[in-house]
């Protein structure tokens, strides 16, 4: 089996499994991502065939849909892989991807590095952020019914990586605890310069958000 038809297989599984996916953790995020990762390592010196699986795979099974469990992406990621032979080292690289990628809070340390992983966490950090983050981020706080803002609940910089995965704060403080701080957190020159329009659009619109909810309009 050559490399497009295990892409086209890989596409087929991702969309049959994410299915009944919630809308921020979709098959049209996996998409996105695919599309800003093919367009960041146009610049970067990478294994395309890595980027591409990776980005396919990378929210394969995240672990907030899972009761936290951190294992079950990889894993199924691998199983998947190895019924379509591909090559093991390939499948061990996309495997450290999946480990690696999430912001897991700030705080914690990513144990692995690679430009693969530099472009695909790039990519998928400029979903998260602008205006489709913005509409990720409501989406996700209303599908857990969460808040859309409460003044008395300050957002915590310093969570742990547990505070972090179990936070039931209002959809605000998500900008401050996450979305705001990955503009900085870019690996690429292209994934920074389109996260920095992003990020002024979120604040744009923080700004408007105040005003409304304070009646200063």
Partial sequence: MNQETQLKQTKLFVKEQLADAEGGHDWFHILRVYNNALLIAKTEPVNLFVVQLG????????????????????????????????????????????????????????????????????????????????ARCFNYGGFKNRAIFDPNIKPNLKMTKEEYKTSTAPSINHFYEKLLLLKDRMNTKTGYKIAAERHQFMLQFLDQFYNEWDGNE
């Avoid at 469990?69 to 379509?84: D, H, T």
């Avoid at 032979?85 to 999946?98: A, G, L, P, R």
């Fill in 55 to 134: 980005a396919l795979l990378h929210d394969i099974a995240d672990s907030k849909f899972h009761d936290g469990n951190e294992s079950v992406g990889s894993q199924k990621a691998r199983e998947f892989l190895f019924k379509l032979n591909v090559d093991s080292s390939i499948i061990e690289h996309v495997v450290k991807i999946i480990e690696n990628i999430s912001f897991k809070g700030g705080n914690e340390a990513q144990k692995f590095k690679s430009p693969e992983l530099d472009v695909i966490q790039d990519a998928d950090r400029l979903d998260a952020i602008g205006a489709i983050g913005i």
